[in-house]
């Protein structure tokens, strides 16, 4: 059973536009989220995180808000740039100690366009 | 930031022969590094925890003695793969969280693209 859902595998923006990748996760004991970008043939780069205490963390052009109670996190890109196109994959984990695993979403492969 | 490098970055070998990849950190030091799976078009699954100076925890349905795990200093982590067979062709791919740090951020090495014949 997957616990972290990026049920939209693909999303395509113009420049300049507001990108909306979207995760939805089932396991409440996830406390703490992350989202990677991934380029083919290379490991995926952190981008932003978010703790559940807390409901939105910005970084930039990137902004990550968190939804508890609907089990829902999205990441915005604004403006999107085409350098900006990759896979995108949300994580979480749960605490944040030495140990503590992360379950990876699927992805999301964003384009996008000039 | 935090650097994790691989090495090597694709491997293509025959089938039955052993495969070690190696993955470090380079400016920061891992207590625990992670290594993962990742096939075409799939999310990346843990395979196992790699813990400095102790035994490997492995995820179910990982064979440990397929995939050997050694974590001898808190900069290398090394992945063996006994016995390759072409089912284990795929995309490895470490990670490694800073000792230091305070959050559970994993950092990820670029990645290895093992090919077996």
């Known amino acids: 059973d997957q616990q972290v859902k990026q049920n939209s595998p693909s999303l395509s923006v113009q420049e300049g536009r507001i990108s909306i990748l979207n995760c939805d996760y089932t396991?409440?004991?996830?406390?703490?989220f992350l989202w990677y970008k991934k380029y083919p043939a290379e490991g995926p780069t952190f981008l932003i995180s978010i703790s559940s205490i807390k409901d939105k963390n910005e970084d930039g052009r990137f902004t990550v808000f968190l939804n508890k109670s609907a089990k829902h996190l999205s990441l915005h890109i604004v403006p999107s740039q085409p350098g900006d196109s990759a896979v995108y994959f949300c994580?979480?984990?749960?605490?944040?100690?030495?140990?503590?695993?992360?379950?990876f979403g699927k992805g999301i492969t964003l384009s996008v366009r000039p | 930031g935090a650097v994790v490098s691989q090495h090597p970055s694709r491997v293509i070998c025959k089938s039955g022969t052993s495969v070690k990849i190696e993955c470090r950190s380079l400016d920061f030091q891992a207590t625990t590094m992670f290594w993962y799976r990742q096939f075409p078009k799939q999310s990346l699954m843990l395979m196992a925890t790699s813990n400095e100076g102790s035994k490997a925890t492995y995820e179910q349905g990982v064979e440990k003695d397929k995939f050997l795990i050694n974590h001898a200093s808190l900069t290398l982590s090394t992945l063996t793969v006994t016995s390759a067979h072409p089912e284990d062709s795929s995309f490895y791919i470490c990670?490694?969280?800073?000792?230091?740090?305070?959050?559970?951020?994993?950092?990820f090495g670029p990645g290895t693209r093992l090919l077996v014949l």
């Open positions: 994580a979480a984990s749960t605490g944040a100690g030495a140990n503590s695993k992360l379950t």
């Open positions: 990670s490694a969280r800073d000792r230091a740090g305070g959050d559970g951020t994993q950092y």
């Open positions: 396991n409440s004991m996830f406390d703490y």
